[in-house]
């Protein structure tokens, strides 16, 4: 197991390096020009010795490797460089800003669960019955529904016409309530209908009817036989939730005027502010790898097969 | 009042975007935190909040005129080059400093030392030396006579004024260590991706403002921005490039409960034509352009009727821009005339006109992502496609943009001028520099040199007299060359609650009166 996570773990760095060259490059395949935004973003007329000027001090005079392999040098001593918009060092911006977003995503991802959950096991004891139904309708309604839109339409019933919850800005749980739902329904839509699926196809096997022929009552042999063993698919979808949900924050966090760090980068793509845009994608590279490597870990405790399986070979 | 801003408070608490909300502290909202407030410095310095905590030697007004501001009095020598100011003996910083002669010499030596940064205002090169008569008086000595000296002093930056402690070694290049300034606000509290908060400045040396202080809530949508002023968040919205949309203005407008005001011409939005390029080279081409534009519909449709037409290129309310100039008119079948006459014919099946086998076609560049400039475009296309002109639209990057501006790469381009103070004098002042998209457009003009000649003189010459019929002939000359479409005037909107009473404009642009607002009753 331990050496399941080290080798993971020494992953990590290979695959941040392989993001940021991506982005790096892919940023300057586009035709604009980045001394020209730099010079846009700090409103100064864009004259010919302005912008040559600026080009010295960004480095963009030198070839697109060696600013490459410069923009590493200092980030690999933690170092983004300078916001152009802001004209503040990036990560401790991120950084400061990133709190806010875990918080609003961490929500989402306790909703996901705790309504997912219980309405998937509810569809799978009345298959076919009203309750599939309803189950059959939320989750239809909530993947075809894009979450900006969701987030407008909470807003007018709730802020506007009800005033029942603050509309945007960040406070106590009531701010909490309609970034976090428009972010998580479309999860916890497919996480129900996905362990609808995994528990019928449980019940089918053979160790339920087992469990059934020994006399158990129902409702053990569906939390211990039936729901444990459904809940392994949805580890592994938990896993790629989270990045949907951190995704999810981006255009949110805009709607909302939540202080996060997924508005700072809507802000600082439609800006083409650079240093934030590398910084924030390896920031989003790190958490999403972890996070998936977490589930891994989870998902490999949870079954004892692939658990017995890795202490075996060992 | 006093509910509506109990009430505005116990939302904004209850919705946490007002911070230490208090009463009769108005709520307001920017797309961005207003930065470290460098009274010295641009980007990411917000400008509104610059002029908020910091002041000028003269203020420009509504007028286009410059009153006495934190100098009481000047006096020009004959030649123009050397400035006298009296400044005024009652002002202190907010942090009780004296605001005298050391403290301007002190700031204009920090702006000066980082001449290359202002280097795009003239008036920065022009500074030959600043130095102290006395306690209250500065004298100001110019390479040359400038007449834009003024104007240019009047900015919202760089030349106003900071405490001179709060300099780093004399200089603000690198930053200063507290916005401390002259003005009617004082800089109390900010919240990175949250809230601003101004208070008053009860050391004001003018009339204090009404309000107790100002909340800035940072919101960088504009839908979000008319939710919060509707559930009670924020008090006013007020800006010129679209803080809300024009339709969601027009739904406040007609919600019939709110203040909703549109300010007199800031700016002017209009088309570059290329003189440069095979088809728009041909005067009657860009005349036929000019009629056949029809701007009542394009306000109408795209602006809600919130901005008016516009006729010149400059508003005539400006300084020297009151000169007679008969308008282009809608008028398509003119402008269809016009083509026949320099023998542009209907000749294909798709209605474009030819010439001599080469096809009447131009293109249009606007910014592919701004929603506002892509329906005008389109507009355009279509009034110009029903007289035989056929366009193509390019919608790019800013930036690509940008880039086609400085090198021509156009046929027709949105353009705007840069507002008051800088028009007249400023933006005429760049159309002889290279990189600008009206550089470009008139260097296709036999006459481009003259122009550039003309635009110099106005700049140079010391005798009012002289600058005014030299405006009157320049403006009169790009006018008729119809290098222009001007189409509409961009202005400043306001939404308030009603309880704050009018809502005054600024004479600038980037200011916002909030020391002038006066809520009612009071």
């Known amino acids: ?314 | 009042m006093r509910s509506l801003l109990k009430s505005a408070s116990i939302v904004a608490l209850v919705a946490g975007l007002a911070g230490p909300a208090a009463a009769e502290t108005l709520g307001f909202s920017w797309p961005v935190n207003v930065g470290p407030l460098n009274p010295h410095l641009y980007s990411p310095n917000q400008m509104f909040a610059q002029v908020m905590v910091f002041e000028p030697l003269v203020k420009y007004q509504e007028d286009g005129s410059l009153a006495p501001w934190l100098a009481s009095a000047w006096e020009i020598s004959e030649d123009g080059r050397t400035y006298e100011f009296t400044l005024r003996d009652d002002v202190t910083f907010s942090n009780g400093e004296p605001f005298d002669a050391e403290a301007v010499v002190a700031n204009f030596d920090a702006i000066l030392a980082n001449r290359e940064r202002h280097a795009w205002l003239e008036l920065t090169n022009q500074i030959q030396q600043v130095e102290v008569i006395d306690e209250h008086h500065v004298r100001l000595t110019l390479q040359d006579s400038y007449y834009p000296l003024l104007q240019d002093l009047s900015l919202p930056r760089p030349f106003r004024f900071v405490a001179p402690s709060q300099l780093i070694d004399g200089e603000s290049a690198q930053g200063i260590t507290a916005p401390i300034g002259t003005g009617p606000w004082v800089l109390a509290d900010t919240r990175l991706g949250e809230y601003d908060h101004f208070v008053r400045n009860e050391h004001y040396w003018g009339e204090k403002p009404a309000l107790e202080g100002v909340n800035i809530s940072v919101i960088p949508d504009p839908n979000t921005r008319a939710i919060a002023f509707q559930t009670g968040g924020i008090d006013l919205i007020y800006g010129v490039d679209g803080p809300i949309s024009p339709d969601t203005f027009q739904r406040f407008e007609q919600m019939g409960q709110f203040t909703t005001e549109v300010s007199d011409p800031i700016a002017t939005q209009m088309l570059a034509i290329n003189s440069q390029q095979e088809a728009t080279r041909d005067q009657a081409v860009r005349e036929a352009i000019n009629h056949a534009i029809d701007k009542q519909t394009m306000v109408d449709t795209v602006f809600y009727g919130t901005q008016p037409t516009a006729d010149a290129l400059f508003s005539p309310t400006l300084p020297y821009a009151d000169v007679p100039l008969a308008p282009y008119a809608f008028d398509p079948e003119l402008a269809r005339q016009l083509l026949e006459g320099a023998g542009w014919r209907l000749g294909d099946a798709e209605g474009v006109r030819q010439r001599e086998g080469a096809r009447l076609s131009t293109d249009l560049v606007y910014v592919g992502n701004d929603a506002v400039s892509k329906s005008m475009a389109e507009i355009i296309q279509a009034d110009l496609a029903r007289v035989g002109i056929e366009t193509r639209l390019i919608g790019e990057e800013e930036s690509s943009v940008y880039a086609r501006q400085r090198d021509g790469r156009f046929g027709m381009i949105f353009n705007r001028t840069w507002g008051a103070p800088s028009d007249p004098h400023a933006f005429i002042s760049s159309m002889r520099v290279p990189a600008h998209a009206d550089y470009q457009a008139q260097l296709g003009l036999d006459d481009k040199a003259d122009i550039d000649a003309m635009i110099s003189d106005i700049l140079t010459t010391t005798g009012e007299e002289r600058r005014r019929e030299l405006y009157t002939a320049l403006l009169t000359r790009l006018h008729e060359s119809a290098i222009y479409v001007p189409l509409t005037y961009t202005n400043a909107i306001a939404v308030a609650r009603p309880e704050l009473g009018p809502i005054p404009f600024g004479a600038m642009a980037s200011e916002i009166p909030f020391e002038r607002i006066a809520p009612q009753g009071q």
């Open chain 1, 1 to 314: 197991m331990a050496s399941f996570i080290l080798r993971r773990l020494l992953l990590l760095p290979l695959m941040l390096l392989a993001a940021s060259a991506l982005i790096f490059f892919m940023l300057r395949l586009g035709p604009s020009d980045p001394a020209m935004d730099y010079l846009r973003l700090s409103s100064v007329p864009p004259t010919p010795q302005a912008l040559e000027h600026a080009r010295i001090m960004l480095g963009l005079d030198k070839p697109l490797l060696v600013q490459y392999i410069t923009w590493l040098k200092s980030a690999l001593q933690l170092d983004f460089g300078v916001s152009y918009a802001t004209q503040r060092p990036v990560l401790p911006d991120l950084l400061y800003y990133l709190p806010a977003t875990l918080q609003l995503a961490g929500v989402a991802l306790l909703l996901t669960l705790g309504i997912s959950i219980p309405l998937g096991r509810w569809a799978a004891r009345h298959q076919d019955e009203a309750p599939d139904q309803w189950v059959r309708l939320i989750a239809f309604i909530g993947v075809s529904m894009p979450n900006f839109w969701l987030g407008f339409l909470l807003v007018l019933l709730f802020s506007v016409h009800l005033g029942w919850l603050p509309p945007m800005g960040r406070g106590g749980w009531a701010h909490l309530v309609m970034p976090a739902v428009a972010i998580a329904l479309m999860s916890l839509s497919i996480n129900a209908r996905l362990l609808r699926a995994s528990m019928l196809e449980v019940k089918g096997q053979r160790h339920v009817t087992y469990a059934r022929l020994r006399g158990l009552p129902e409702r053990h042999v569906e939390r211990s036989h039936v729901f444990r063993n459904a809940l392994l698919p949805i580890i592994t979808a938990v896993g790629m939730h989270i990045g949907e949900l951190i995704g999810g924050t981006l255009i949110i966090e805009s709607i909302f005027g939540w202080p996060g760090v997924g508005r700072f980068a809507v802000s600082a793509i439609f800006n083409r502010d650079y240093p934030v845009i590398q910084c924030f994608t390896l920031l989003m590279v790190t958490i999403f790898v972890v996070c998936n490597l977490i589930v891994d870990i989870i998902y490999a405790w949870a079954d004892p097969r692939i658990r017995l399986s890795a202490e075996g070979a060992e």
